[in-house]
């Protein structure tokens, strides 16, 4: 069993940024791979960027580029999402999920633990 807990979310301004954390706990494993997908009402999940759990290799969804980045601190079991220049289409709650394997995973059922979410709201 895995863990999430995402923190960070909250009420932002147009053109700002934000720093969201996803805590993992219990069967942590270094072939895991890391995700973070958001979900807008009304929409479906969008996978936003990952990042392998032992290594630096990283992958974002085409909403992503330039404007956000995945990292993580093996020491606390930590992933991050620095998220720059938000946009109101940004909005939504921010998922963290692990892949029970080291490959690359970019749809929701690639993915097997979710944390709870966290809400992002970017206001114009």
């Known amino acids: 069993q895995v863990q999430l807990v995402e923190s960070g979310g909250k009420l932002v301004q147009a053109g700002g940024s934000l720093r969201l954390s996803c805590v993992a706990s219990g069967r942590i494993s270094s072939t895991y791979y890391m995700g973070w997908f958001r979900q807008a009402p009304g929409k479906e999940r969008e996978f936003v960027a990952g990042?392998?759990?032992?290594?630096?290799?990283?992958y974002y969804g085409d909403s992503a580029k330039g404007r956000f980045t995945i990292s993580r601190d093996n020491a606390k079991n930590v992933v991050y999402l620095q998220m720059n220049s938000l946009k109101p289409e940004d909005t939504a709650v921010y998922y963290c999920?692990?892949?029970?394997?080291?490959?690359?995973?970019?749809?929701?059922?690639?993915?097997?633990?979710w944390g709870q979410g966290t809400q992002v709201t970017v206001s114009s």
């Open positions: 999920a692990v892949r029970l394997t080291p490959n690359i995973g970019t749809r929701p059922y690639d993915y097997n633990y």
């Open positions: 990042i392998t759990w032992s290594g630096s290799s990283t």
